[in-house]
């Protein structure tokens, strides 16, 4: 399993595809079993730091990170965890 992980930590750090509609936060952690998923997310700019904002949750989990919309599978979602910030 491969981690890519922000150094500081919080108690409000959930996945990405547990956080409602609406939530935003800043990336901390993309881990995945799968070396090129995590490439992938890597390219895209999910990376940690970077900040996310939910759209969608169903049936895909769409969301902002940085400047760009995103739309993956809850499976993909649930390895990208997020330092939630609040709501809008």
């Known amino acids: 399993m491969s981690s ?15 956080l409602d509609e609406g939530a935003h936060g800043v990336v ?15 390219a895209l ?3 940690p730091g970077a900040h996310v904002r939910v759209l969608q949750t169903f049936p895909g989990i769409v969301f902002t990170c ?16 997020v330092r939630e910030e609040g709501r809008r």
């Not at 890519?4 to 547990?18: G, K, Q, T, W």
């Not at 940085?66 to 390895?79: F, G, H, K, P, Y």
């Open 45 to 47: 700019g999910v990376t």
């Open 66 to 81: 940085d400047q760009t919309e995103l739309v993956v599978e809850r499976a993909v979602a649930d390895a990208i965890f």
């Open 28 to 42: 901390v952690e993309v881990q995945t079993h799968a070396q090129a998923r995590a490439g992938r997310l890597l």
């Open 4 to 18: 890519i992980r922000l150094a500081s930590s919080s108690n409000r750090v959930r996945s990405l595809a547990s």
